[in-house]
């Protein structure tokens, strides 16, 4: 069990630039959450996978990200033409199966948008 | 929908003293309720989760939470903290039942400060 990875660790943009993330849930998990933390704030529910399949989006998904998990492992999270409010932690998390397992989080990516 | 509240942003503490970081929840269903603690530049890592049975629950390094169904609270207690224990504790939920997905909605946090 090598836990939950995510690259980059730091992303530094300038405004208007797409980014993509990538998150590698522990092998087997087959639910994959992401989850976005701005300063001073706890995370907020991005979106849900289970498999390759998106069960779940939140409103804070707006129309410039997208998320895939092509072939049910890892997961990428894109942003199109950043904008300065999407500079935060984006959180990756998984968890093996249905209702009471926790959700094992990787070290997160911090997006910053100059 | 549910929502947490921590009713503390930031609590300083000294060296060996107690500790409780508060936590109350809002919700019209059942709910599992969990204690995440978040050191600097690091990601989530679990303390405690109550899912059912006892209302108290033990957790890692020492911390123990209580589930006071008729308060919703979820006050996390620990009786004497270490230098080590400064980091930031989040509460959260999530909706009991079949239909969820499992999402975790989080409080704001609580930052926890311990003093030599």
């Known amino acids: 069990d090598t836990g939950v990875s995510q690259n980059p660790r730091h992303k530094i943009t300038k405004r208007g630039q797409n980014v993509t993330f990538r998150c590698d849930p522990i092998s087997e998990h087959n639910r994959l959450y992401w989850y976005r933390q701005t300063l001073g704030q706890g995370p907020e529910f991005l979106t849900y996978f289970q498999n390759e399949a998106q069960l779940e989006k939140s409103r804070l998904l707006s129309d410039r990200f997208s998320a895939e998990r092509p072939k049910g492992s890892f997961s990428t999270l894109e942003i199109q033409r950043t904008e300065q409010g999407d500079s935060a932690m984006y959180l990756c998390?998984?968890?093996?199966?249905?209702?009471?397992?926790?959700?094992?989080f990787g070290p997160g990516t911090r997006l910053t948008v100059l | 929908a549910q929502s947490v509240t921590q009713l503390d942003s930031q609590v300083p503490v000294f060296e060996e003293a107690p500790v409780e970081l508060r936590c109350n929840y809002s919700?019209?269903?059942?709910?599992?309720l969990f204690w995440y603690v978040q050191y600097p530049n690091q990601g989530l890592q679990l303390l405690l989760k109550?899912?059912?049975?006892?209302?108290l629950v033990k957790g890692i390094n020492g911390f123990e939470a209580e589930f006071n169904k008729s308060q919703t609270s979820f006050h996390l207690r620990k009786p004497s903290v270490h230098i080590s224990d400064t980091a930031e504790y989040f509460c959260?939920?999530?909706?009991?039942?079949?239909?969820?997905?499992?999402?975790?909605?989080f409080g704001q946090g609580t930052i926890l400060t311990v003093h030599p």
């Open positions: 109550y899912l059912s049975g006892s209302t």
């Open positions: 998390a998984s968890t093996p199966g249905t209702g009471q397992n926790e959700q094992f």
């Open positions: 959260a939920v999530k909706k009991g039942g079949g239909t969820s997905y499992g999402k975790l909605t």
């Open positions: 919700s019209s269903v059942s709910v599992y």
